[in-house]
T-cell receptor, first 112, second 113 residues
Framework: RKEVEQDPGPFNVPEGATVAFNCTYSNSASQSFFWYRQDCRKEPKLLMSVYSSGNEDGRFTAQLNRASQYISLLIRDSKLSDSATYLC?????????????FGTGTRLKVLA | GAGVSQTPSNKVTEKGKYVELRCDPISGHTALYWYRQSLGQGPEFLIY????????DSGLPNDRFFAVRPEGSVSTLKIQRTERGDSAVYLCASSLEQGLPLHFGNGTRLTVT
């Protein structure tokens, strides 16, 4: 089983739609979780950290489910500018290392 | 303030040659990470440093790859006897401390011909 798994997509959605991505992780000791956004031929940029209680930033909501070992990202009222690849990142705490493992990314295309 | 800086931005080399890729992290960031990314894939972990020491090098694919961070700031990723399969974007990231979010540089696009 991969350490961090994401559906690669692409997800093609119309403007204004709500879209959700899930990401599963294998290490139950992981403590830190993040969502990054990556535009074509650019470096990943932090979108939001994911906290145990869940958190919201404008149109974006991230949630953590420790029991089922997954995190989710919800985007409401999608904009054309949301088109990008969304990378799930898990910090492999608890094994004497703090390496961050990335998923393969989920491609989102928001259509006019 | 300045972000993470990587040089060169592009590097074309012939198979079998040696290359060095440089990363200058955000000032004060103690943790520094190297990743490589191929088209359509997420960044693949290579190695990370906490201060001057390599805390985890489990992602280095083989002994042709080596990285150093002698003074706990700038890091160099070294690849010996390059192969065509080494072609990728090499990303460097730093964080204020372990467990906090990563900040990435623009990457070095390595092409081995």
């Amino acid at each position: 089983r991969k350490e961090v798994e994401q559906d690669p997509g692409p997800f093609n959605v119309p403007e204004g739609a709500t879209v959700a991505f899930n990401c599963t992780y294998s290490n139950s000791a992981s403590q830190s979780f993040f969502w990054y956004r990556q535009d074509c031929r650019k470096e990943p940029k932090l979108l939001m950290s994911v906290y145990s209680s869940g958190n919201e930033d404008g149109r974006f909501t991230a949630q953590l489910n420790r029991a089922s070992q997954y995190i989710s990202l919800l985007i409401r009222d999608s904009k054309l500018s949301d088109s990008a690849t969304y990378l799930c990142v898990v910090n492999m705490d608890g094994e004497g290392t703090y390496k961050y493992i990335f998923g393969t990314g989920t491609r989102l295309k928001v259509l006019a | 303030g300045a972000g993470v800086s990587q040089t060169p931005s592009n590097k074309v080399t012939e198979k079998g040659k040696y290359v060095e890729l440089r990363c200058d992290p955000i000032s004060g960031h103690t943790a520094l990470y190297w990743y490589r990314q191929s088209l359509g894939q997420g960044p693949e972990f290579l190695i990370y440093f906490q201060g001057t020491g390599a805390a985890d090098d489990s992602g280095l694919p083989n002994d042709r790859f080596f990285a150093v961070r002698p003074e706990g700031s700038v890091s160099t990723l070294k690849i010996q006897r390059t192969e065509r399969g080494d072609s990728a974007v090499y990303l460097c990231a730093s964080s204020l401390e372990q467990g906090l979010p990563l900040h990435f540089g623009n990457g070095t696009r390595l092409t081995v011909t």
